[in-house]
């Protein structure tokens, strides 16, 4: 019985201590705030803290974690458009 108690433990620590590290999200401690009045914009049940701004479109972006896997997908205002800024000229 001690026997199996023990590999239950180790198990279990060996499962939580690698869970953080296989994850293949952005760390959200290292993106800048997002601007206050991108905050406002943004549609509710959207990831923020995983929220990045992409130059390639100018557009802001969230990780949504599905049940299968992590997707980036447009952060959008609750009327459902992209939440998006104009380019510098």
Request: hydrophobic share 35%; net charge negative; proline share 10%.
């Amino acid at each position: 019985m001690y026997i199996r108690s023990t590999i239950f433990l180790a198990t279990g620590l060996a499962l939580g201590a690698c869970s953080e590290s296989f994850s293949n999200s952005k760390g959200a401690s290292s993106r800048p705030q997002l601007p206050e009045n991108i905050v406002e914009l943004a549609a509710p049940n959207q990831d923020l803290a995983t929220a990045y701004f992409r130059p390639e479109d100018n557009c802001y972006w969230y990780m949504h974690a599905g049940p299968v896997e992590t997707t980036p997908l447009p952060l959008r205002t609750a009327g459902g458009n992209p939440i998006c800024v104009k380019p510098a000229t």
